[in-house]
């Protein structure tokens, strides 16, 4: 496994951007494939975005495309979520994942490592 720590969450208002990094630890990122998810009071836990081992591929969930978008830097073993145009309901605690592969995966049972989680605040 790898550990994840997120970071560039906080507070911003509506139409505003915020850049989330999540490095990694523990082994090198050259053949992980790793996402971002979401989690706000009382829901499930939501994909966002994913990106494949080489930065490649990405997938991203309906609601963010063209919103957001995640990328890589694997000589820094750090994947970075973009989100522009933010919006309130954007509002949660965002994870990162990690799982050994090739491929984008965007299911969260698909992905063994997590980070902690970062807060996002999206005040209207």
């Known amino acids: 496994q790898v550990q994840l720590v997120e970071s560039g969450g906080g507070l911003v208002q509506a139409g505003g951007s915020l850049r989330l990094s999540c490095a990694a630890s523990g082994r090198t990122l050259s053949n992980i494939a790793m996402g971002w998810f979401r989690q706000a009071p009382g829901k499930e836990r939501e994909f966002q975005a994913a990106?494949?081992?080489?930065?490649?591929?990405?997938d991203y969930a309906d609601s963010v495309k063209g919103r957001f978008t995640i990328s890589r830097d694997n000589a820094k073993n750090t994947v970075y979520l973009q989100m522009n145009s933010l919006k309130p309901e954007d509002t949660a605690i965002y994870y990162c994942?990690?799982?050994?592969?090739?491929?984008?995966?965007?299911?969260?049972?698909?992905?063994?490592?997590w980070g902690q989680g970062t807060q996002v605040t999206v005040s209207s």
């Open positions: 994942a990690a799982k050994r592969g090739w491929h984008t995966l965007i299911s969260s049972q698909q992905y063994d490592s």
């Open positions: 990106i494949n081992w080489s930065g490649s591929s990405t």
